[in-house]
């Protein structure tokens, strides 16, 4: 599987609220995107959460409610310890999405947006 990192993505250029840190395009034999995870570090859980939250709607609204669910979501939970996490997920016979928010250490929470193909 070939990947292709980019870094210091501006929010303008993808047209979303907040800067994102890292994308990477994962590639299947064919060339074709079959993965895409994105990264996005903040410094509350607040903001976290809100980013979490829109993810979690937007692919709520177009594939249906997620098929897991992991850790509280609340910001006094998320922001109380290290490596406290919340995880929605997405999973279908050819496609999974995973929206997770960890906190790292009191000033950063990263918030990761994954999505694979699964060949069948």
């Known amino acids: 599987t ?3 990192r980019c870094t210091a993505i501006p929010a303008a250029a993808l047209g979303t609220p907040h800067d994102v840190d890292s ?3 994962q590639f299947d034999s064919g060339n074709h995107v079959v993965g895409l995870s ?3 570090n903040l410094s509350s ?3 976290a959460l809100q980013v979490l939250n829109a993810a979690s709607t937007a692919l709520t609204t177009s594939l249906g409610p997620p098929t897991s669910q992991h850790g509280t979501p609340s910001a006094e939970w998320l922001g109380a310890g290290a ?8 999973r279908f016979l050819d496609y999974r999405a995973q929206l997770i928010a960890t906190r790292f250490r009191s000033d950063r ?3 990761r947006q994954v999505v694979q193909s699964i060949p069948r």
């Open 2 to 4: 070939a990947t292709t």
């Open 23 to 25: 994308l990477l395009f």
């Open 38 to 40: 994105a990264e996005i």
């Open 45 to 47: 859980a607040e903001e």
């Open 83 to 90: 490596l406290n996490q919340v995880q929605y997920e997405y």
């Open 109 to 111: 929470i990263k918030v």
